[in-house]
């Protein structure tokens, strides 16, 4: 079993995972012309998984504060393969911000394969969600190696 | 006709509103795709990545004639925006990533009885108390929860349920696309899930580009063509611009990921998963049709909530001379199988609209004379416009037309141009009153974000797809 914990929070989580040998797991939004294109490096794949809901939860509150409240909950999704695992993943957690108004923010990834994660999360509750994100679609979807790091993209329809 | 290579394909200028690109110009190419644009929107449009997903569409199984991009449009996922392509119903495929997430997002046109002069002293409370009374954003609606049968008949009747709460009136559903009801929907095709995303949303706006606008009719452009929409210069109106919520989308999530796993079955293979699909006649086509329709249907029903709760606003303000009757609803994100050239096709129209003309069965008998109103919003701020749909246009874009401005600045740097308060004053020193919950969100939507919407409306009118009707001024948005 792999745990690892987001990067934000290692510090405060000292031993966990692979802190202090790895750069920490980093995303960004790219230019697109209607929807929201997200970019996500990360040296592993339980921290791929774990930055790329952060990333979602960011983009979903907006300016309400991200800090994680409440009870851990378990999330577990299953897919046809790694990339369509992403999506899925993402597309579950906007689920769950829509019909439960709860926004993860802080993930543990405790064991990932190629077509499946078992994962838990804190998240925000918030009575509504600052900005809707309809879906994460596979428009372009990928997942890659490169310098020794692992990169992902996943495009939003927002 | 001249040749020039334009992006990485070879481009023929077939008419100066009209280029085309060769199915020779990728091996994988089954048919031309042609562009309506001009040559300072055709500019915009190889800014972005609009015409390699056209291309991309030319290559589905079953798609025939053209694939056709409006004037507006710009690169979405999987199907660009403003993209039109039509597929035979006997072999050809379905794709939910070809309608989008926001199934049967469309727009709705109200006509009042009332003159600017009527409405301006109360514009800022009328715009205030619409803002109060229809949900936007994320919001729900708590007057109008639904229990799951409840909601299984509004997927399945359309706005004609809402009939029986005494929020539909007479003409309405004679004056919305199909009467609000797709015959091939049906909600056990819907997953629970969906279900469960869309039952608090019916009457709600939702985010993004969505709104609700008063308007008044600052200039005619077709005296006959108005008089027969009911429409005339300085006349309030109200356009309606929203979708199918939560519940479209999870019908589309749960779709493109059951089509993406079937696909490899029917030995389908493809540039962009999004573009994922199955044959129509398929039982994962038939299904999502179903489902598809379903969530159209719920669509209409939620822009018929909100008319309901924009009438009673405008009556608790001005009294009965407010009436506001439905000039026309129209989808802009839909698969349909309709008759064209004989042949049934299955047409996928993404943030594209009908512009059926007046010989045309499924145009409203109230319009024959005219065609079909094809409503057309601006950015916010700018000018939207009413078209009447040609017969010519079943022949040179499968009865299609733009459905709006069309992005042409990504949203955040929208937001890095101008913030949202600059953009509220601009508009309030324009005497447009303004509502939008979040200042982030009014810059995404900043005029200058788009498109030229005159510049849009002018291309598909010389074109001949659509002619131009009226044109509204925006006095007060509602922003989603």
Redesign the interface.
């Known amino acids: 079993m792999t745990t690892m914990l987001f990067p934000r929070y290692r510090e405060q989580q000292p031993g966990a995972g692979m802190a202090g040998t790895c750069p920490p797991a980093t995303h960004e939004f790219l230019a697109h012309t209607s929807e929201m294109q997200l970019l996500v490096h990360a040296a592993t794949f339980p921290e791929l998984f774990a930055e790329a809901g952060h990333a979602l939860g960011l983009l979903s509150l907006r300016d309400i504060p991200d800090v994680p409240t409440g009870e851990w909950r378990e999330i577990e999704v299953e897919s046809a393969d790694r990339v369509a695992l992403l999506v899925d993943w993402l597309n579950e957690l906007i689920f769950l911000a829509e019909t439960e108004r709860w926004v993860g923010i802080e993930f543990e990834v405790r064991e990932t394969g190629a077509r499946w994660i078992i994962a838990r999360a804190r998240g925000v509750s918030v009575e509504e969600p600052p900005a809707v994100v309809k879906a994460a679609t596979m428009h372009q979807a990928r997942i890659s190696h490169r310098d020794g790091a692992i990169e992902a993209e996943v495009l939003f329809d927002v | 006709m001249s040749s020039t290579l334009t992006w990485h394909y070879p481009v023929t200028s077939v008419t100066p509103d009209l280029r085309e690109i060769p199915a020779s110009a990728r091996q994988d190419m089954r048919v031309p795709a042609r562009v309506y644009a001009d040559d300072t929107l055709w500019e915009q449009i190889e800014g ?1 990545r609009s015409l390699d997903q056209l291309v991309n569409v030319a290559t589905l199984r079953g798609v025939t004639g053209c694939v056709y991009g409006m004037p507006d449009i ?5 199907f660009p ?1 403003g993209g039109v392509a039509a597929f035979r119903a006997s072999d050809g495929v379905i794709s939910p ?1 070809g309608v ?3 199934i049967n997002c469309g727009v709705r046109l109200l006509r009042s009885r009332l003159e600017l002069g009527a409405l301006q002293p109360k514009l800022e409370s009328v715009v205030h108390d619409l803002s109060r009374s229809i949900p936007s ?4 609606n708590p007057a109008l929860t639904l229990t799951i049968d409840d909601l299984e008949r509004v997927l399945t009747e359309g706005p004609a349920y809402l009939a029986e709460r005494g929020m539909v009136l007479p003409q309405d559903l004679a004056h919305t696309e199909a009467r609000g009801r797709l015959p091939g929907a049906d909600a056990a095709k819907v997953s629970a ?1 969906a279900k ?2 869309g039952h608090d949303q019916l009457g709600t706006i ?3 580009n969505h709104f609700v606008e008063v308007q008044v009719v600052d200039q005619v452009f077709d005296a006959g063509a108005a008089q027969g929409f009911g429409l005339q210069e300085g006349q309030i109106t109200v356009l309606i611009h929203t979708g199918s919520r ?1 519940l479209g ?2 019908v ?2 749960d779709y ?2 059951l089509m ?2 079937v696909m490899p079955h029917y030995g389908i293979s493809l540039p ?3 573009l ?1 699909c199955a044959p129509l006649q398929s039982p994962e086509g038939q299904s999502y049709f179903a489902a598809m329709c379903a969530a159209a249907n719920f669509a209409f029903a939620n822009r018929q909530a909100i008319t309901h709760t924009v009438r009673e606003v405008f009556h608790r303000a001005l009294g009965r001379a407010a009436d506001l009757a439905l000039v026309y609803d129209v989808a802009h994100n839909m698969a349909k199988v309709e008759q064209h050239g004989g042949e049934q096709l299955c047409v996928h129209r993404k943030g594209a609209t009908r512009a059926f003309g007046p010989s045309h069965p499924e145009t409203p008998a109230a319009y024959r004379r005219v065609g079909q109103p094809v409503l057309i919003p601006g950015s916010m701020g700018t000018g939207s416009y009413v078209l009447a749909g040609t017969d010519e246009a079943m022949t040179r874009s499968f009865g299609s037309c733009c459905h709006g401005a069309g ?7 929208a937001k890095r141009t101008r913030s949202g308060a600059e953009i509220r004053r601009e508009l309030e020193a324009r005497g447009i009153v303004v509502r939008c919950p ?1 200042a ?2 009014l810059a995404e939507e900043a005029p200058y974000a788009y498109k030229d919407v005159e510049r849009v409306v002018d291309v598909v009118n010389r074109a001949g797809l659509a002619r131009k009707v009226v044109r509204l001024r925006p006095l007060g948005v509602i922003k989603g």
Do not use: P
Request: hydrophobic share 10%; glycine share 20%.
């Open positions: 972005d710009h690169e979405g996922y999987g925006v990533g989008g997430y926001d954003g994320s919001y729900r899930r469960q995303r939702g985010s993004g939560g989308h999870q589309c999530t493109v990921r993406d796993q962009d998963r999004q994922a992005r042409a600045m990504s949203r955040s740097e979040s982030g969100e």
